[in-house]
């Protein structure tokens, strides 16, 4: 018998039950998916840093990353348990019932999740397992597998019976490890496609209202067409589609306005709740603001800059009455995810924080936060741009951590200044002769006075800027440079609105983001 053969009954019979728990999740959407399940455990109880790492290995596909490393861990396993099920079954059934166990708890977790659907999603998946696990194992290890009877047929063939079911023939295991296999990818294909469904984006008849504050851009500024052009320079405002998007939701919360509540409460005068009519019946403004995520590494793209619609944060503070010990204001999403930002960075005039109905003069898209979400200039999204709000609570850094402080992240968290090289890109071959050197640079919301250019560890050179827009957004910048035969390295460092130059000390994105300059290798011919 080969050894492979009961490893792949192993893998098979784990794969099956991995796609049955699937099936009955977009079926049922309360029962929970047990990959996306763990997949959450498994965020939740991350270590300090880890989240930086897995964010630099796979950026944005860091939620499939790692689905795709559940599953595979999950299969190896299985193909461990087959092998130990030729001579004890019993401890093979045992572990897949543990494995099965592990997403019903961790489904438990979810709040959108009912126990009863997900406890009959777990015996649905363990009964899979296991009882195709004995089968696969008898079919691997053929007429040798306990308990068999053997019967003869008239023209002698070996009919034995393994389990009460016939012994189709250790020839045949191959034959029907394919079958169930191919039908698992089927069934658990349809079950996420059908889970997923309940993160579509929101109807096409969904409107908002007009803000009656629209944003007004300086003189001289400009976002209909690029103020400066360099052939892949980032646009000043990054379409719906192209912005970046970091936050623990495997899948979207499925939170219509008709049904949306958000709440104030905490170290307030008196908690209130406001309906998505009650919203929006306070005065509507727009403001472009740059966002960034702490795990952006130095040139990273996790940063871009929108046109933002909704109310000011602070009118809907001052409808509950924050109390003088509330030092910090924590939203809340949907999904039970928190991030918390000082009161006194909230109440500061110089800055608008809102509560973001709309993107890009579309409602929010499903994924960015619809139908409500925070955006607050100058601090990073892990403790202020919360998606899918649903609460806002006012207390204290020393009574409450939110989501990412308890893994280690800062709890106070400014925007750094940065800057970044869009072209030409790294390893770029150029001709000698007049080169584009362009990228955009930040420092919400303190805004970007200068952008310098330096060659070769050379003098810094100042680059041309676009007229900015607002300081709580990016600017473009282009230094146009005579690039002569050879390698050279470039760098660019920006100067914040207060004077303050960008570090050249580099850092990690964890606990509170990466500091250096950003610089390219090019070779010229």
């Given at each position: 018998?080969?050894?492979?053969?009961?490893?792949?009954?192993?893998?098979?019979?784990?794969?099956?039950?991995?796609?049955a728990?699937?099936?009955?999740?977009?079926?049922?959407?309360?029962?929970?998916?047990?990959?996306?399940?763990?997949?959450?455990?498994i965020?939740?109880?991350?270590?300090?840093?880890?989240?930086?790492?897995?964010?630099?290995?796979?950026?944005?596909?860091?939620?499939?990353?790692?689905?795709v490393?559940?599953?595979?861990?999950?299969?190896?396993?299985?193909?461990?348990?087959?092998?130990?099920?030729?001579?004890?079954?019993?401890?093979?059934?045992?572990?897949?019932?543990?494995?099965?166990?592990?997403?019903?708890?961790?489904?438990?977790?979810?709040?959108?999740?009912?126990?009863?659907?997900?406890?009959?999603?777990?015996?649905?998946?363990?009964?899979?397992?296991i009882?195709?696990?004995?089968?696969?194992?008898?079919?691997?290890?053929?007429?040798?597998?306990?308990?068999?009877?053997?019967?003869?047929?008239?023209?002698?063939?070996?009919?034995r019976?393994?389990?009460?079911?016939?012994?189709?023939?250790?020839?045949?295991?191959l034959?029907?490890?394919?079958?169930?296999?191919?039908?698992?990818?089927?069934?658990?294909?349809?079950?996420?496609?059908?889970?997923?469904?309940q993160?579509?984006?929101?109807?096409?008849?969904?409107?908002?209202?007009?803000?009656?504050?629209p944003?007004?851009?300086?003189?001289?500024?400009?976002?209909?067409?690029?103020?400066?052009?360099?052939?892949?320079?980032?646009?000043?405002?990054?379409?719906?589609d192209?912005?970046?998007?970091?936050?623990?939701?495997?899948?979207?919360?499925?939170?219509?306005?008709?049904?949306?509540?958000?709440?104030?409460?905490?170290?307030?005068?008196?908690?209130?709740?406001?309906?998505?009519?009650?919203?929006?019946?306070?005065?509507?403004?727009?403001?472009?603001?740059?966002?960034?995520?702490?795990?952006?590494?130095?040139?990273?793209?996790?940063?871009?800059?929108?046109?933002?619609?909704?109310?000011?944060?602070r009118?809907?503070?001052?409808?509950?009455?924050?109390?003088?010990?509330?030092?910090?204001?924590?939203?809340?999403?949907?999904?039970?995810?928190?991030?918390?930002?000082?009161?006194?960075?909230?109440?500061?005039e110089?800055?608008?924080?809102?509560?973001?109905?709309?993107?890009?003069?579309?409602?929010?898209?499903?994924?960015?936060?619809?139908?409500?979400?925070?955006?607050?200039?100058?601090?990073?999204?892990?403790?202020?741009?919360?998606?899918?709000?649903?609460?806002l609570?006012?207390?204290?850094?020393?009574?409450?951590?939110?989501?990412?402080?308890?893994?280690?992240?800062?709890?106070?968290?400014?925007?750094?200044?940065?800057?970044?090289?869009?072209?030409?890109?790294?390893?770029?071959?150029?001709?000698?002769?007049?080169?584009?050197?362009?990228?955009?640079?930040?420092?919400?919301?303190?805004?970007?006075?200068?952008?310098?250019?330096?060659?070769?560890?050379?003098?810094?050179?100042?680059?041309?800027?676009?007229?900015?827009?607002?300081?709580?957004?990016?600017?473009?910048?282009v230094?146009?440079?005579?690039?002569?035969?050879?390698?050279?390295?470039?760098?660019?460092?920006?100067?914040?609105?207060?004077?303050?130059?960008?570090?050249?000390?580099?850092?990690?994105?964890?606990?509170?983001?990466?500091?250096?300059?950003?610089?390219?290798?090019v070779?010229?011919?």
């Amino acid at each position: 018998m080969p050894a492979r053969w009961p490893a792949l009954a192993g893998i098979v019979a784990v794969a099956a039950a991995l796609a049955a728990g699937e099936l009955v999740a977009g079926i049922l959407p309360s029962a929970g998916s047990p990959i996306l399940a763990v997949s959450r455990l498994i965020v939740d109880l991350q270590p300090p840093g880890a989240k930086d790492i897995f964010v630099a290995l796979f950026g944005t596909a860091d939620k499939i990353a790692l689905q795709v490393i559940i599953v595979l861990v999950a299969l190896l396993v299985g193909g461990a348990v087959g092998r130990l099920a030729v001579r004890r079954l019993e401890i093979g059934g045992v572990i897949v019932a543990g494995f099965v166990g592990v997403g019903f708890v961790a489904a438990l977790r979810d709040p959108n999740v009912q126990p009863a659907l997900a406890a009959a999603s777990a015996a649905v998946q363990a009964i899979v397992g296991i009882e195709l696990l004995r089968r696969l194992v008898a079919l691997a290890t053929g007429p040798g597998a306990a308990p068999a009877t053997a019967e003869a047929s008239a023209d002698g063939e070996d009919t034995r019976r393994a389990g009460g079911m016939p012994d189709w023939g250790r020839r045949s295991f191959l034959r029907w490890s394919g079958v169930i296999g191919a039908t698992s990818v089927a069934a658990a294909v349809l079950g996420r496609g059908l889970f997923d469904r309940q993160s579509a984006p929101p109807p096409e008849s969904v409107t908002n209202p007009e803000p009656g504050e629209p944003a007004t851009l300086p003189e001289g500024a400009s976002i209909a067409t690029d103020e400066l052009t360099a052939a892949g320079l980032t646009p000043i405002v990054m379409p719906n589609d192209r912005f970046y998007r970091i936050d623990t939701a495997f899948v979207n919360p499925n939170v219509e306005r008709e049904d949306w509540r958000l709440r104030v409460t905490g170290l307030v005068d008196r908690e209130i709740e406001l309906t998505w009519d009650e919203l929006v019946q306070l005065p509507i403004i727009e403001q472009y603001v740059t966002i960034a995520c702490v795990s952006n590494e130095v040139g990273g793209g996790l940063v871009g800059n929108a046109a933002w619609t909704g109310v000011p944060l602070r009118m809907v503070l001052d409808m509950a009455g924050v109390r003088p010990e509330a030092d910090q204001l924590v939203g809340i999403s949907a999904d039970s995810f928190s991030a918390g930002m000082p009161v006194s960075w909230v109440m500061d005039e110089s800055r608008v924080p809102m509560i973001a109905i709309g993107m890009n003069g579309q409602p929010l898209p499903r994924e960015h936060g619809y139908p409500a979400r925070l955006i607050v200039p100058g601090l990073y999204g892990y403790v202020s741009a919360t998606k899918w709000l649903t609460e806002l609570r006012l207390t204290t850094f020393s009574d409450y951590q939110a989501f990412w402080i308890v893994r280690g992240w800062a709890d106070k968290a400014p925007i750094l200044t940065q800057s970044r090289i869009d072209v030409p890109r790294a390893a770029a071959r150029l001709s000698a002769g007049r080169v584009a050197v362009a990228g955009v640079a930040w420092a919400p919301d303190r805004g970007v006075q200068r952008v310098e250019v330096r060659i070769d560890e050379g003098d810094w050179r100042e680059a041309r800027i676009s007229t900015p827009i607002s300081d709580a957004s990016w600017v473009q910048w282009v230094y146009e440079w005579d690039a002569p035969v050879g390698n050279h390295r470039l760098e660019v460092r920006a100067t914040d609105g207060t004077g303050e130059p960008q570090t050249d000390r580099r850092t990690p994105s964890f606990p509170d983001g990466a500091r250096g300059y950003d610089r390219v290798d090019v070779s010229v011919a």
